[in-house]
């Protein structure tokens, strides 16, 4: 693949600690990163921000604040993750829909553009800059616009299940599924805005868990241990 958008949940880089940050897995995302971007591979990343915040579940702010606070912990996660990829080797930026005065740059396609012709590893932060639209949303937006191959989904769970694996022993994985499967069994894959702009868009997406060994590399080469997501 020439150019991946990479999905990491927030709640996968704190670790068994489910809050904050694990540095060693960090570390060990940054190294398959830094093996695929030595390979030529253009690597966008969209971090979700769980490890710091969940507003949809707190019942005493406004819905618009709450999801305001996530986008600054999305910008949080990758102003983190994007140093410990400098200290590994690599040239980072972190992109936002809204001014972080000094922190990041705006997003644009040209910019990204003129980041990946220096092989700069680039992160999207912030989401879509609006409330009542997800990471998930942002990471689907993201990945049509710089004309991203597919997604890779890096998951505390390893692929796609008919259930929830944590409640159900029972629970059936997919090896691959149709996207229109996904939101006809509402298979929680992504939330179902991003669901159906990978549909109209046709964006391809893998579904892996992020603590296999080698799991981003794999899935950028195209060995999927997890779900493939057609369109």
């Given at each position: 693949m020439k150019r991946v958008l990479l999905k990491l949940s927030g709640e996968a880089l704190a670790g068994e600690k489910k809050?904050?940050?694990d540095e060693p897995t960090v570390v060990?995302?940054?190294?398959?990163?830094?093996?695929?971007?030595d390979e030529g591979v253009e690597i966008g990343i969209v971090i979700g921000g769980g490890n710091f915040w969940r507003g949809r579940s707190s019942e005493n702010i406004d819905r618009t604040k709450a999801d305001q606070i996530g986008m600054?912990?999305?910008?949080?996660?990758?102003l983190y993750v994007s140093e410990i990829f400098r200290s590994q080797g690599m040239d980072t930026a972190v992109l936002t829909p809204f001014e972080c005065g000094a922190f990041t740059k705006l997003f644009s396609?040209?910019?990204?553009?003129?980041?990946?012709?220096?092989?700069?590893v680039t992160f999207f932060a912030g989401g879509t800059g609006h409330p009542y639209f997800s990471t998930d949303t942002a990471t689907v937006l993201r990945a049509v616009e710089i004309e991203a191959e597919t997604i890779l989904l890096a998951k505390a769970v390893d692929g796609v299940y008919d259930s929830?694996?944590?409640d159900n022993p029972r629970a059936k994985k997919y090896s691959k599924v149709d996207?229109?499967?996904?939101?006809?069994?509402?298979?929680?894959v992504v939330d179902l805005t991003a669901s159906i702009m990978c549909m109209e868009h046709k964006m391809p997406m893998i579904v892996f868990g992020l603590n296999e060994k080698d799991s981003i590399i794999n899935a950028a080469h195209g060995i999927i241990t997890g779900t493939e997501v057609t369109v």
């Open positions: 809050t904050g940050f060990e995302v940054a190294r398959q990163v830094k093996t695929l971007a600054l912990a999305t910008v949080m996660n990758c396609k040209d910019r990204v553009n003129k980041y990946y012709a220096r092989d700069v929830d694996p944590k996207i229109q499967e996904v939101i006809d069994k509402k298979l929680a």
